[in-house]
């Protein structure tokens, strides 16, 4: 029987899950965490699993996404709306990008072809100083574009 309360599931990530988490928000790979935090690459891979089977966030996009919504990571104050040098199209391509979306799946959504999403995803990135799916996330929050 519902009665219209949902349980509260607290994740309390221990220091190395923390430390993992802050690294891909960074937009580091998994090599370079191993190095730097002296982790085999099968670690990082349990420790991502666990974090995911916890926070519903299963790959890179989606935990920044979880940790922005959450004000783990800071976001960027911008002082000038970047998105107002963006396109309507770029705008919708991004919110793509940030909903973990591959360009196959926007393009799909959007009626464009894979070429044309990718074309708009490299012009965005370049005008918004950005190199990968994380920072777009973090850069959508920014501008919030992301509900």
């Not at 993992?20 to 790979?29: E, H, K, Q």
């Not at 919708?92 to 959504?109: C, D, F, P, T, Y």
């Amino acid at each position: 029987m519902h009665d219209g309360y949902s349980p509260v599931i607290t994740f309390s990530p221990n220091e190395r899950q923390l430390k993992i988490m802050m690294a891909v928000s960074r937009g580091w790979s998994n090599h370079r965490i191993g190095e730097l935090f002296g982790l085999k690459a099968s670690t990082i891979k349990s420790q991502l699993a666990s974090i995911g089977h916890m926070t519903g966030a299963y790959t890179r996009v989606e935990l920044v996404d979880y940790m922005c919504r959450l004000k783990l990571i800071e976001i960027p104050s911008l002082e000038k709306p970047a998105n107002a040098q963006l396109t309507a199209r770029q705008i919708q391509v991004l919110r793509g990008v940030a909903n973990g979306m591959s360009h196959r799946e926007i393009a799909s959504k959007l009626f464009l072809t894979e070429h044309t999403v990718r074309s708009h995803t490299r012009r965005l990135y370049k005008r918004l100083g950005i190199s990968g799916r994380v920072e777009a996330v973090v850069m959508a929050h920014a501008l919030s574009l992301l509900d």
